[in-house]
Structures are given as structure tokens and as C-alpha cells.
Nanobody, 123 residues
Framework: QVQLVESGGGSVQAGGSLRLSCAAS????????MAWFRQSPGKERELVAW???????SHVDSVKGRFTASKDNAKNMVYLQMNSLKPEDTAVYYC?????????????????WGQGTQVTVSS
């Protein structure tokens, strides 16, 4: 089992940057696939970026080139560096962990969740 705690959210103007962090507990952290999701009011939770347990990182098209997810197994940390932020990036961002070898893009593929951190981007 793993517990996840996000931090680093806040309010920025369009074009600004934020770095989200996710601290994970549990000595088997390296075996988990990790992901960042986000959810805006009235919308479904959507996948933003994911990292396989082997360390391969992928990002959805809407954030590609602007966001970078990374994982530090030695520190039990996952990060999401967000640059060139846009108002449409405003959402609650969640860190998630999956025991599946190849989790899909659905939130149902992820077993553990953090409490979320708010990101607000003003124009």
C-alpha cells in the first residue's frame, strides 16, 4: 500500500510556472506506475502525464512541450513541472499510483490517490 501527498499548487498568471510534488510512502514505491490527473469543475478527471514502473514518461498532447513529469525512486517522489501555463490548465491536480504493469488512461486503472492540489491560472 502507498500513501500520496501532493504539494506545490497555487495561483499564477498565464505564462507562469509551477512545480507540483507528490510524496509517496511505502518501501515498494519503485514498483508502481505513477500518474498525474487533473479535474476541473463540471469535467471528468483526465490524465495529464504518466510514468511506468520502468521509468518511461508520457504526456497528453494538450500539455506536451509544456509539462514534464518525473520520478525519483530514491526519494519516493514524483514531480510535475508545469511551464507556459494557460487558464485552461486550471484544475485540481492529483497524483496517483498503479500496481498494474501497463495501466491505461482511465482513473480506474489507478489504485491510490492523493488529496489533490489546486492550480489556478489567470489570464
Amino acid at each position: 500500500q502507498v500513501q500520496l501527498v501532493e504539494s506545490g499548487g497555487g495561483s499564477v498568471q498565464a505564462g507562469g510556472s509551477l512545480r507540483l510534488s507528490c510524496a509517496a510512502s511505502g518501501h515498494t514505491f519503485s514498483r508502481y506506475a505513477m500518474a498525474w490527473f487533473r479535474q476541473s469543475p463540471g469535467k471528468e478527471r483526465e490524465l495529464v502525464a504518466w510514468i511506468t514502473w520502468l521509468g518511461t514518461t508520457s504526456h497528453v498532447d494538450s500539455v506536451k512541450g509544456r509539462f514534464t513529469a518525473s520520478k525519483d525512486n530514491a526519494k519516493n517522489m514524483v514531480y510535475l513541472q508545469m511551464n507556459s501555463l494557460k487558464p485552461e490548465d486550471t484544475a485540481v491536480y492529483y497524483c496517483a499510483a498503479s500496481l498494474r504493469t501497463r495501466p491505461g488512461t482511465s482513473s480506474y486503472d489507478y489504485d491510490y490517490w492523493g488529496q489533490g492540489t489546486q492550480v489556478t491560472v489567470s489570464s
